[in-house]
């Protein structure tokens, strides 16, 4: 096991390039079950989720090849085969091998999803559509099984706005008989990118990015090409850090108007930042404003950028209070920046932070993947070092995070941990 060492108060200066979206990735590659000739995929980012789906792939009979970024996923000889453990429990995207073996094979045995811990999030709604569709929906001993003679259109109205659920429930569609309509729908741009591979396949999809899609059921997908979005969560959170620590920083390849979010709080907070066609420059602000947060389903500020930005928050001037409305369990990071001289209390689901204060370096840990964006972003404002365990959260979800801090000036390295500090890590 490792820990990630950063030495605070470097400044950042120079260009970094964003990679493929995460958040669409976990859903690109299940989809490619659903063609009957090869998918390729460009633009993947180089993250352990990826490697993850890939294998799982693998394990249910398809031929992956990677070419740097580049996946080329033969599904032709796949099979209905069970996923009950194993892999699928590493990650919590692993649901939606769920609604594209259901689109394709009609039947899936698969392990209840795992990854980050952030509070109940429950797959009742992804149920809800499937059965809608016409599938038996069982839990066996830990391991959902779906079973369905034939799949038929329906209308499905999410009770809660659900991204996971949305991208289920149009992979499950998109061969069943007949129209299928999602109201309330989940309206974030991973779920056009997935749409837009889809259509490339052949499947009939509309409305994607609104809360109303509707789609006509096709018999057979073929194999495409599709090259993947830029992740706006990596992109938000080296915004982040260049507004906590940059001087002049390049953020390329990024698409703005799916920061807007983030890009208005930071300008509030008197962060200077231009914006091109497919790239941010941030500059260094002279004083950082307090301002209040509350994340909301897209388009409102992202549940994923809070904890980034609560670290940023530190150094403000006055009292700022972030609320999650998405996920209450996403306050983990607090304790871990109380270690480091961080003001801040937790009300219950808000974060009120009071600034400016000096962070100083500490040993702490990274409870999910972006608390671990959080205390990297703390560690480079800090005095000092900063030694944070749990890297594997944060490389689940960001490619060669320490090489491109590394290249815009951060002092940032790796080491492997002690017997003894694994067993304490493991006990903690």
Not at 85 to 102: E, I, P, Q, T, W
Not at 405 to 425: C, D, H, P, S, Y
Request: aromatic content about 4%; glycine content about 10%; hydrophobic content about 40%.
């Amino acid at each position: 096991m490792q820990k990630l060492l950063v030495e605070g108060g470097h400044l950042l200066n120079g260009e970094v390039r964003i990679s493929g979206a995460k958040n669409s990735a976990v859903a690109l590659l299940p989809a490619a079950i659903l063609a009957d000739s090869k998918v390729i995929i460009e633009g993947l980012p180089e993250i352990s989720d990826v490697e993850t789906l890939s294998y799982l792939l693998e394990e249910i009979g398809g031929t992956v090849e990677k070419h740097e970024h580049t996946l080329h996923i033969d599904p032709s000889n796949m099979t209905a085969m069970p996923l009950p453990n194993g892999r699928v429990k590493k990650l919590r995207a692993s649901y939606y091998f769920m609604g594209a073996m259901l689109g394709r094979f009609k039947e899936a045995v698969i392990g209840l999803p795992g990854g980050c811990y952030l509070g109940p999030r429950p797959i009742d709604q992804h149920i809800k559509g499937f059965e809608a569709l016409g599938a038996t929906v069982t839990n066996e001993q830990g391991a959902i099984y779906l079973r369905a003679n034939e799949l038929k259109g329906a209308r499905i109205y999410l009770d809660v706005v659900s991204v996971g659920a949305t991208i289920n429930i149009m992979l499950a569609a998109v061969k069943a008989k007949g129209k299928t309509i999602i109201e309330n729908a989940a309206r974030e741009p991973e779920i056009i990118d997935v749409a837009t591979l889809l259509t490339s396949m052949g499947a009939r999809i509309k409305g994607a990015g609104t809360d109303v899609i509707r789609i006509e059921g096709v018999e057979t997908l073929k194999g495409c090409m599709h090259t993947i979005i830029p992740d706006r969560i990596e992109a938000g959170t080296y915004t982040i850090m260049a507004a906590a620590q940059g001087e002049e920083v390049l953020i390329d390849n990024v698409i703005p108007q799916h920061l807007e979010p983030l890009l208005a709080k930071l300008r509030e907070m008197g962060v200077p930042i231009e914006e091109g066609e497919e790239q941010l420059l941030v500059h260094r602000g002279s004083k950082l404003n307090s301002v209040d947060i509350k994340t909301l389903v897209h388009p409102g500020f992202p549940t994923d950028l809070q904890q980034p930005l609560t670290a940023l928050l530190t150094r403000s001037e006055g009292t700022s209070v972030v609320t999650d409305t998405i996920y209450s369990a996403r306050f983990k990071h607090i304790d871990e920046l109380r270690r480091m001289n961080a003001q801040i209390k937790v009300e219950g689901s808000s974060a009120i932070i009071t600034g400016s204060v000096e962070l100083e370096g500490a040993k702490v840990k990274a409870s999910d993947l972006r608390a671990g964006a959080s205390l990297i972003v703390a560690g480079l404002m800090a005095n000092g070092v900063t030694e944070i365990t749990g890297v594997e959260h944060i490389d689940r979800g960001y490619a060669n995070i320490t090489d491109k801090l590394r290249q815009l000036g951060a002092n940032i390295w790796r080491e492997n941990m002690t017997e003894q500090e694994v067993k304490q890590f493991q006990n903690s």
